[in-house]
């Protein structure tokens, strides 16, 4: 069945940049994303790909599809300690189709 | 819009107990997701629907979980009984229809502690 997988902690400097990947195993996959998750909350849509991109940036967020290996990174530029959350990765085959989660990357940042 | 919107926020119970826990979507969205969110085992999908219909339910833990959705408007994810391990967080997500992106929006989550 799908699965998509990530590292579970990552911890950088402040100003550095952190880089969080995931794995898939499914080769339909049509929409990739990144969530945020903030403490006692609920996730939020940081960014996304649809999988016929390399590559996507958003101000800080630069999102690297490798469709071939069935891989995915978040690079957050110049990481701030509002940067702290759970980031989760996800794809989802079709519209209509269900979204699978990764386990999500704890992200602390060091001062 | 209010976004998803799920009820209660906290819920302790005594094993044994029935839970109840509600989502209201999104209005227009026609996917309805629930996940379970453990330390342990991470965010796990339960089950989904499209158009009212469940569609795969085999993240279900076991015949104790039951989900409905009467409406466009509202689902339930039921547990009977509960036990300790079922504590967690519970959410509820929806999506728009096809042929838009398609992203999952989240409710707030259901904080339950089963004692």
């Known amino acids: 069945g799908e699965d998509v997988e990530q590292s579970l902690f990552l911890s950088v400097r402040e100003g550095d940049s952190s880089v969080i990947n995931c794995t898939y195993t499914d080769s339909s996959s049509t929409y990739l994303y990144w969530y945020k998750q903030e403490p006692g909350a609920g996730l939020q849509l940081l960014t996304y790909?649809?999988?016929?991109?390399d590559m996507k940036q958003d101000q800080r967020l630069t999102v690297l599809l490798n469709k071939k290996d069935k891989h995915l990174s978040l690079r957050i530029a110049d990481t701030q300690t509002g940067d702290s959350a759970i980031y989760f990765c996800a794809e989802r085959g079709s519209s209509a189709s269900k979204i699978i989660f990764g386990s999500g990357t704890r992200l602390s940042i060091r001062p | 819009d209010a976004g998803v919107i799920q009820s209660p926020r906290h819920e302790v119970t005594e094993m044994g107990q029935e839970v109840t826990l509600r989502c209201k979507p999104i209005s227009g969205h026609n996917s309805l997701f629930w996940y379970r969110q453990t330390m342990m085992r991470g965010l796990e999908l339960l089950i989904y629907?499209?158009?009212?219909?469940?569609?795969?339910d085999s993240g279900m833990p076991e015949d104790r979980f039951s989900a409905k959705m009467p409406n466009a408007s509202f689902s339930t994810l039921k547990i009977q009984p509960s036990e300790p391990r079922d504590s967690a967080v519970y959410f509820c997500?929806?999506?728009?229809?096809?042929?838009?992106?398609?992203?999952?929006?989240f409710g707030q989550g259901t904080r339950l502690t089963v004692v």
């Open positions: 997500a929806s999506s728009l229809p096809t042929g838009y992106n398609t992203e999952a929006f």
């Open positions: 790909i649809f999988s016929n991109m």
């Open positions: 629907f499209n158009n009212n219909v469940p569609i795969d």
